[in-house]
């Protein structure tokens, strides 16, 4: 239960970081958090050769507001500072409603929010969220930058887009649109546990009230975030009343997920979970995008 | 062993300086290097709590941080936080209402809350059961941690 021995960098800026990951390659890992890494490693189920420690890199630390009315933020900005930041609550409610149901106060006081998009567990709330939100990353290697939208950017467990000599710089959250709404809901053993299921939902209406953007995504049922795009055809266009969300909800439980059994919960209670928190975080979402409730 | 390196942190306001392997988990370098056995190790793998410290001033899992990763700042484990002459509230709270058997969890548990109550001071009962959800005690079924946390915050609000 101790890691293997390893070669520690702890580089000040981008750059640098950039040229220890172009040099070492495969052989090289990120530390962010560590709150993901530092386990696998303490399990020698990692065994990186070096490290390469963001600590330092203050450059990497912020959440500001974008220029198109969405946030920008740092990829180690800490989950308990975005977890409590005015502007995320303004700007990507989303993100803010989700945060609180990322493991314990005490991972999140390390855990990062780039750390935790890049580490990509099927099990984790802010690649959902991303999805959700068509957030965009902002990715960097020595030769220069790319961005990549959040539904391409995961490729399957615990698998995304990063190259070994790249980093995840930057997550831009867009703007909410007018009237449009979002929610997240899940389900979890414990407050803290990672969920058995969860549902982030984001919609927009258009001006007589009917579906212009449905977007839902599931956590904790497949390979990464599962969008439920059989459901959102079925609600776009659509006045989202109770009978369509409902359709939808059987549809997505149905159609859109192929969950898997394991010791937490059998497949059949998660695709009973994915339609009812469907239902639950569809309704709410577009209760928000109607103005109605908190 | 090469690939040593310095580390200089000051633990319950003791500067120390150390050289240790980049791999040596803080939770190891507290106990091992500078015994301070208080910090207990459960799991290695952030899920036990007792493990957790505080990190200039913010509750941290020791066994989720390598030692060198606190070059330059500051750490408070259990037995910065009172005396046995002296009991800190919290911990004269846990003694008063019961709230330890074992005491393997304890040191995680104290750490935990003294942030916490310093940001709430007068905690309902579902935000205590939120606040030590990270933390696992297999004695006590939490019931009297509960109250224990309740009886600190009345105490320390006098
Ligand atoms: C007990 C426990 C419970 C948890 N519960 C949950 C939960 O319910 N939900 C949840 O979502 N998470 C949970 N987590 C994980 C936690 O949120 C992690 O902090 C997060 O997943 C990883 O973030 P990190 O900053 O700690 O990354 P690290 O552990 O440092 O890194 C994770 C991986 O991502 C890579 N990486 C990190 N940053 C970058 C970057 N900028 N560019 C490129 N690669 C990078 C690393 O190389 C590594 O492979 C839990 C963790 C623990 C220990
Ligand atoms: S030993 Fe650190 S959380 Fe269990
Ligand atoms: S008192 Fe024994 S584990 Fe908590």
């Known amino acids: 239960m101790k890691p293997a021995p390893f070669k520690y960098y702890a580089p000040t800026t981008a750059e640098e970081a950039l040229a220890h990951l172009a040099e070492h390659g495969y052989d090289a890992k990120v530390l962010a958090g560590g709150q993901s890494l530092i386990p696998t490693m303490n399990f020698r189920l990692a065994q990186p050769s070096v490290l390469v420690d963001l600590n330092h890199v203050s450059e990497l630390f912020y959440i500001k507001p974008g220029g198109d009315g969405g946030v ?12 409590h930041d005015p502007l995320i609550a303004e700007r990507a409610p989303l993100v803010f409603e989700a945060m609180p149901h990322i493991a314990h106060p005490q991972i999140r006081n390390r855990g990062t929010f780039g750390g935790c998009i890049a580490h990509a567990d099927p099990a984790a709330e802010l690649p959902a969220v991303s999805v959700a939100l068509d957030a965009r990353l902002r990715i960097r290697s020595q030769a220069g930058e790319r961005w990549v939208s959040a539904d391409e950017f995961f490729v399957g467990f615990f698998t995304t887009v990063i190259e070994p000599d790249e980093l ?20 979890a053993r414990r407050h803290g546990d990672y969920a058995l299921v969860g549902a982030a939902a984001s919609v927009a209406l258009d001006h007589q009230g009917r579906c212009q953007r449905v977007r839902l995504v599931f956590l904790s049922v497949g390979e990464g975030p599962v969008e439920a795009g059989r459901a959102a055809d079925l609600l776009q266009g659509q006045f ?3 009978e369509a969300i409902r359709a939808a909800a059987e549809t997505a439980a149905s159609a859109d997920v192929d969950p898997g059994s394991d010791i ?14 469907a239902r639950q975080s569809l309704t709410q979402a577009f209760d928000r995008a109607k103005g109605i409730g908190g | 062993m090469d690939n ?6 000051t633990v319950n306001g003791t500067p120390y300086e150390r ?7 803080l939770s190891d370098f507290l106990r091992h290097e500078l015994g301070l056995t208080g910090t207990h190790v459960g799991c290695e793998h952030g899920v036990c709590g007792t493990c957790t410290i505080l990190f200039d001033g913010q509750a941290v899992r020791s066994c989720l941080m390598f030692a060198i990763q606190a070059d330059g700042h500051e750490v408070l484990t259990v037995e910065g936080l009172g005396s046995v002459d002296k009991l800190h509230p919290l911990q004269q709270a846990f003694r008063d209402a019961h ?6 969890c304890t040191p995680g548990f104290l750490m935990t809350l003294v942030p916490f109550l ?5 905690p309902t009962e579902e935000e205590i059961r939120e606040a030590i959800a990270g933390n696992l005690c297999r004695c006590t079924g939490y019931q009297n941690i509960v109250e224990a946390v309740k009886l600190a915050a009345e105490r320390m609000g006098a």
């Open chain 2, 19 to 25: 050289a240790v392997e980049p791999r040596l988990l």
């Open chain 1, 72 to 83: 920008l933020v740092g990829a180690m900005t800490r989950e308990s500072q975005v977890e």
């Open chain 2, 99 to 104: 709230a330890l058997q074992c005491a393997f």
């Open chain 1, 168 to 187: 995840l710089v930057e997550i831009a959250l867009p703007p909410m649109a007018p009237r449009s709404g979002c929610s997240f809901q899940e389900v």
């Open chain 2, 4 to 9: 040593l390196m310095n580390v200089t942190v």
């Open chain 1, 240 to 242: 989202p009343t109770p």
């Open chain 2, 118 to 122: 310093e940001e709430k001071p007068n």
């Open chain 1, 264 to 277: 937490h919960a059998s497949a059949d209670y998660r695709r009973h979970l994915v339609k009812i928190l």
